[in-house]
Structure formats: structure tokens, C-alpha cells
């Protein structure tokens, strides 16, 4: 039992750091209908900006602030240069325009910051909780407990935003429909700034939690495709639907890898998440939290 | 931006020099500077650029000058084909080619034996190519997986105080859930029949970026060892998980993947006192002493970042750079010195190079790697291999001989290969008795 508790917490805090990123598709089509296939590249680009301009000379809590303006120069270069022509194109046209920005995004990165791997040290420790692991024998990491706070204040604040605040509602309004939402004013291209300035502070969380962990480098493009069937399960337009899929996809991984693995020569965590999430589309298309879809015929 | 401009200059400067000069010796080199393992890729193609810029400062392979042309492989199996087919009939011909790359290795294996250029695969792809009655065109040189899974069983029986004492103990198998990740186990299956261990495979899903439901898996079995098997982001994350989840780092034994500054140096303190094994010794050597003066004095270097001179992986390709140019060099004593060679006669002087320890001390690299004699039956030429231990801050060797494993049980796994492979691909062993 003792082992289970520990597999099942394990998974829940590895969950956490992928609603991270999934945080930051869920912002973008939530008000813009846009599927960012370069959320991955963008908290690569943050981190990498981030570490850096640290490595540069510059204080972490100095670089840290530097790089999200980088950030938000970025979401206006978007908006002015790949958004702005294709206001009312289909989605699908949209979603391949991110993909080309995944590539360009990654080839921008590696050209400034180069390729090597790099270092990062926030300053919290990733180590067991003593005090868990002398009375409940679990091993749970100081460091994974901090990103799981960090990700509860991302989520509360990002759901404030969105229901109390006038951007906020402005951004629903944009995601149900561009011209409406134009011809009653509202500013698409602010918006669509904003909302991608936004994604790009999650992605640079994202990026500084996920870099602190693994070091900074290319594979943290990879953790993007961990944050697909997080969106499935959690649905595409949900803030804390981004988190409770996360939890769910992280802790069934885990439980299934260790309990399951064995049985089918191990390594299956690469794909299950997929295939719950498949099995998840079945019943329930739009995702836990999703919103339903209901068109007039 | 300064990477993307040198990039651009040096594409430049070698397309000139290329075009320059037609009785160059040319080598392709399928390199990889971007993308997830970029890491590894600058290291051992800027290594390898690097002495081949020092050999032609020094006047070229009996006057013959070496010339190289870049494609950018982004160590993808597709695109690495592709460079091999774009790069090998350039320049006038191809000498030889070295991908750095199993998926790409294995994507040319036989366009390198119908196109009759030589390629090495140092200490990765195909353990059983050792076997040259069968791979002609193929050389693992100095260490393949086989031989390194053999020697790391060797170092840990000998760290218990004997083989015999390996009975009874756990070892994990951590490995990268890939054909790289799964090459060794025949080899450590074969020895925990043989000494009575038991063995626990855990394979870690690409790249493995996420590994906390293996390491409490480990937890809970509380191994004596824990081989890594890993490659790019898979070792730091394997470090820091371990650490995460309270289990030592010096039981923690590395494959030479998994040996780099760039594996460890991302993990921070969840490094330190983690052991790797390598076929170089650490340390500073006269011939990087030499690379720095005459190459990076004279603005020719190929590291942008000049402190990596002389890490794992600018040493390999350093290494790597002197096996190609020592089978050059071969070559031109048996088909006349001072003449561009062709990838038929280069594979000659491959199979029949002797960088023995006097060659070495010439070279001023003695003791950086292992003495390899190569001949028709054996592309590999060596087999041993060393343990570098991580202080924190430097690789330190922490074996002063080379170790060798039980040769004699993996060459027999190498025939057993090979013939399967020969009959699969309906391929006449060659009969070295008549090779001259």
C-alpha cells in the first residue's frame, strides 16, 4: 500500500508539471480557437532566453524578467506577421501556420543561444522530504512540491483573469467568433498579443521548472507531446481542466508503468496516455471540462 | 546570432575550399550541431574537424591535404541517408564516412558496402559488424556495445572483490527503450546465467524526459548497481531522479553515452561521484596542447565554445580523427605515399591499422585511448575500455589499466551474428586467409 501511495503521489506531481505546459494551449485556443502546435518550442525558446541571459552575467531574477518581454516582443511579431493576414481563415489553416512557427521558433533559439545543454539552479533543492520519508518511508521531492504550488497559483490566477476581468471576457468573445467579436469593438489584435504574451509567461514557467529538473535543452520541446492527452482528457478550453487532466494522465501513467509495464516488457508510459486518452475521446469528446459543442442543423 | 553567422562562414569557406582543390583527400561528414543531440554532435564532429585542421597544419597525410564537406543530419535516420547520398561522390569521391548515428548507420549499411566507402561506427551501431568476413565496408572501432556491457561487468566484479562474488546480487538494466537501449542484452543476459546475478530490465520510453515510475520501481528492488543506458536528456533526468528518490549515484554505472560533461553538469550535485565508462582517459594530452597552439592560435578552431576542448566528446572525435587519418596514412604505404586514396583502399588501411602505444606517445596522445589493431576477422581492433568517475566539477579515471571483458564469449556472440545476419542477407563470408 505504502508503495502504491507513493507511485499514485509520484504520478500526481509529475501530472502538475505537465499541466504546466499544457496550461499554455489551453490559453491560446481558449481565445483564439488556435491550436499552438509551438507551445513546445516557445517554453524552450523562454528557458533557453532565460539561462542565457543568466549565463550572460545577468542575475536569474534579472534575466527571468527580461525574458518575458522577450516574450510579449514575440507574441506581437506573431500577431503582426502570421496572425493578422489570416483573421477568419479556418483552423486548420491557423494550425499549420503554428507548425511552421515550431520550427522557425527552434531554429531562432539554437541560432542565438547555440545548442549546448545548459544549467539551471533555482535554488530549491530536488530531494526527498526528510521528515516524509523518516515517518511514511515515501520519498517525495521538496522541488516537485514547490512546482505543484507554482502551478496552483498559475491556474488560480489565470481563471480569475479569464472570469472577472473585462480582457478576460473580451478573450471568450474573440474565441466564439473573430468578426463577431470585432464588429462589437473589441480589439482582435490586442488581444490576440495578449493572450500570446500570456502563453508565453506559462511557457516560461514551464520552461524554468522543467530546465531546473532536466537541464535546459532541446528535449524540452518534447514535453509538449506529454501535454496532448492532458488537453484530451481535461479539454481544450479549461484552465483547471488543464490541471485535473494533468493529474489524471500523470498518476494512470505512472500506476500503469510500474503495475502493467512489467507484464508487457516495460516503457509503455511513452503511449498510454494516449490510449486512455483515445478512450477518453469516445465517451466524452470535448475533454472533462471542455465546452460542449451544439450545432444547429 | 554568432553561431548562425559562423555557420554560414564556414559553409562558405568549405564549399571554396572544396571546389579549390580536386586532388584533396575528401571526407563527408553527416554531422548533427542542432536538434536534441547537438550536444553530442558539435562535441565529436568539432573534435574530428579540429585535427583534421591540425593535420593539415602540419602539412597534410604525406602531403595530401584533408577536406570535409557538412550536412546537417539533426541526427535524423532519413536525413542521414539523404547527406550520405548527397556528400559521396563529391570532391572526388568519398574516403570514408562516420555518421554518429545508429538509426543512420543502419540506413547505409549496405549502400556503404555497394558504393565501396568505409564506414566507422565509434563505440555505437552493430556489435556483430566486428566481424569484417561479413561487414567489410563496416569498422566499430577500438570498443563495440558487447565488449563495453563485458567490461562493465568485469570493473563491478571487481569492485565486489571478484566475479564469483557477483552471485546473488541485483543489477538493474536502465535503458533507453530504443535498439541502442536493448544492443547489451544479450551480453549482460549471458553473464547473469554465468555468475548467478539477477538481472532487472527497465526500459525508459524516448527521450525520457520522465522517469520517476522507473527509479521507484528501482527503489522498491534496491539493486546492488544500476547500469545507465542512456543518451541525451535521459542521463541528467536519470541523475536527478535517482537523487530525488534517495538512491546513491555512486552505484550508478554509465554507459559512454552517458558520460559527458553534458550529462552531467545539467544534474548539478545529483552528479557527483556517478562513474561512466569511456575509451578515453580524461585529461589534458600534448596533442590538445598542439590542436589548441596551431588550430585555435591560428583562428581555424572549430569549438565555438572553447572551454570544451578536451571534453568527452572533442576528445572522441579527436580520437575518431586519428583512426581516420592513421587508415589514410595505412592505406598510402601500401598504394603509394603522397596519392589521394580511394574508399576501397582507405578500408584497407582501416582493416589493417596498428596505432600501437609507440604510435601514440608520437602523436602526444598516449594513454587517451587504448591501442587498436585491427585486422580482416576483427573491426574493432581493441575492446578495452576504462571507468571515469564525476568529482563535481572534472571526469577523473578511476581505473589506471584498461579493462577488458571476457573477450573470447563475445567474439563468439559476434560470429553468431554475423552468420545470422550473412545467411539473412544471403552474404558470402569473406576468407581472410586470402586478404593481403
Not at chain 1, 142 to 160: C, E, K, N, S, Y
Request: glycine fraction near 12%.
Amino acid at each position: 500500500m505504502q508503495f502504491f501511495l507513493e507511485v499514485l503521489l509520484g504520478g500526481l506531481l509529475t501530472g502538475i508539471m505537465y499541466s504546466m505546459v499544457a496550461l499554455g494551449f489551453v490559453l491560446i485556443y481558449k481565445a483564439s480557437g488556435v491550436f499552438n502546435f509551438a507551445q513546445g518550442a516557445m517554453v524552450f525558446f523562454a528557458a533557453l532566453t532565460a539561462v542565457g541571459l543568466h549565463d550572460l552575467g545577468l542575475s536569474l531574477w534579472l534575466a527571468i524578467p527580461l525574458t518575458m518581454l522577450v516574450m510579449i516582443v514575440l507574441a506581437m511579431a506573431i500577431e503582426k506577421i502570421v496572425l493578422r493576414p489570416l483573421v477568419n481563415q479556418p483552423e486548420i489553416t491557423l494550425f499549420m501556420v503554428t507548425i511552421g512557427l515550431t520550427f522557425f521558433i527552434e531554429g531562432l533559439a539554437q541560432a542565438i543561444w547555440g545548442a549546448s545543454v545548459r544549467k539551471l539552479e533555482m535554488g530549491i533543492d530536488d530531494v526527498p522530504l526528510e521528515y516524509l520519508l523518516d515517518t511514511l518511508g515515501i520519498a517525495i521531492s521538496q522541488f516537485d512540491l514547490v512546482a505543484a504550488g507554482i502551478a496552483f497559483v498559475l491556474v488560480a490566477g489565470l481563471a480569475m483573469f479569464f472570469s472577472k476581468t473585462k480582457v478576460g471576457r473580451a478573450l471568450r468573445a474573440v474565441a466564439d467568433d473573430h468578426q463577431a467579436a470585432l464588429s462589437i469593438g473589441i480589439p482582435l489584435q490586442q488581444i490576440w498579443v495578449i493572450v500570446w504574451g500570456v502563453a508565453g509567461f506559462v511557457a516560461l514557467v514551464a520552461g524554468l521548472l522543467w530546465g531546473a529538473r532536466n537541464g535546459v535543452q532541446f528535449a524540452l520541446t518534447f514535453v509538449a507531446l506529454k501535454a496532448l492527452p492532458v488537453l484530451i482528457l481535461g479539454g481544450f478550453t479549461s484552465v483547471p481542466g488543464a490541471i485535473v487532466g494533468g493529474l489524471i494522465i500523470g498518476a494512470s501513467e505512472k500506476i500503469a508503468e510500474v503495475y502493467l509495464g512489467p507484464y508487457v516488457g516495460g516503457g509503455i508510459e511513452g503511449w498510454f496516455p494516449y490510449v486512455l486518452a483515445l478512450l477518453f475521446l469516445l465517451a466524452r469528446p470535448e475533454g472533462l471540462f471542455g465546452e460542449k459543442i451544439i450545432r444547429r442543423i | 546570432m554568432k553561431v548562425a553567422l559562423k555557420t554560414l562562414l564556414t559553409v562558405a569557406v568549405l564549399t571554396a575550399g572544396s571546389a579549390a582543390l580536386a586532388e584533396d583527400q575528401f571526407i563527408p561528414l553527416p554531422s548533427y550541431r542542432v536538434g536534441p543531440y547537438a550536444a553530442g554532435g558539435s562535441g565529436f564532429f568539432g573534435g574530428a574537424v579540429d585535427y583534421m585542421s591540425l593535420v593539415n597544419a602540419n602539412g597534410g597525410i604525406n602531403g595530401v591535404k584533408l577536406i570535409w564537406e557538412e550536412c546537417e543530419t539533426e541526427y535524423n535516420a532519413s536525413r542521414g541517408v539523404e547527406c550520405y547520398e548527397r556528400l559521396k561522390s563529391k570532391n572526388g569521391g568519398a574516403s570514408m564516412v562516420e555518421p554518429l548515428s545508429t538509426g543512420i548507420a543502419y540506413g547505409i549499411l549496405d549502400r556503404v558496402a555497394q558504393d565501396k566507402i568505409p564506414m566507422t561506427t565509434l563505440g555505437y551501431g552493430r556489435s556483430d559488424a566486428a566481424d569484417g568476413r561479413v561487414f567489410p565496408y563496416v569498422f566499430p572501432l577500438i570498443t563495440s556495445y558487447w565488449d563495453q556491457a563485458a567490461g562493465m561487468i568485469k570493473y563491478l566484479g571487481e569492485k565486489e572483490g571478484g566475479l564469483a562474488k557477483l552471485k546473488g546480487k541485483k543489477i538493474v538494466h536502465l535503458y533507453h527503450d530504443s535498439a541502442f537501449g536493448k544492443e547489451p542484452f544479450p551480453v549482460f543476459e549471458a553473464y547473469a546465467k554465468e555468475l548467478g546475478f539477477e538481472l532487472i530490465k527497465l526500459a525508459v520510453p524516448h527521450p525520457g524526459n520522465e522517469q520517476q515510475s522507473q527509479w521507484l520501481q528501482i527503489r522498491q528492488a534496491k539493486p546492488d548497481y544500476v547500469i545507465l543506458w542512456g543518451w541525451g536528456v535521459m542521463n541528467p533526468t536519470a541523475l536527478k531522479t535517482a537523487q530525488r528518490n534517495g538512491y546513491p549515484t555512486s552505484k550508478i554505472l554509465g554507459v559512454w553515452w552517458s558520460g559527458s560533461e553534458e550529462d552531467v553538469i545539467p544534474a548539478g550535485d545529483a552528479a557527483k561521484g556517478y562513474s561512466s565508462m569511456t575509451f578515453n582517459t580524461p585529461g589534458n594530452y600534448p596533442l590538445l596542447d598542439e590542436i589548441k597552439k596551431k588550430v585555435y592560435g591560428a583562428g581555424k578552431g572549430n569549438m565555438e565554445d572553447k572551454s570544451r576542448i578536451g571534453s568527452t566528446y572533442h576528445m572522441r572525435g579527436v580520437t575518431a580523427g586519428i583512426l581516420w587519418v592513421e587508415a589514410i596514412r595505412k592505406a598510402q604505404e601500401k598504394f603509394g605515399k603522397g596519392k589521394v586514396m580511394t574508399g576501397e583502399q582507405v578500408r584497407w588501411g582501416f582493416e589493417n591499422l596498428n596505432v600501437d602505444e609507440a604510435k601514440l606517445k608520437a602523436l602526444g596522445a598516449l594513454g587517451m585511448l587504448p591501442p587498436v589493431k585491427t585486422t580482416c576477422l576483427d573491426h574493432e581492433g581493441s575492446g578495452a575500455v576504462k571507468v571515469q568517475q564525476w568529482d563535481g566539477s572534472k571526469w577523473k579515471s578511476i581505473t589506471p589499466n584498461w579493462v577488458v571483458g571476457d573477450r573470447a564469449m563475445i567474439r563468439k556472440m559476434v560470429e553468431e551474428g554475423a552468420a545470422k545476419y550473412a545467411t539473412e542477407k544471403k552474404i558470402t563470408p569473406r576468407d581472410c586467409s586470402k586478404e593481403g
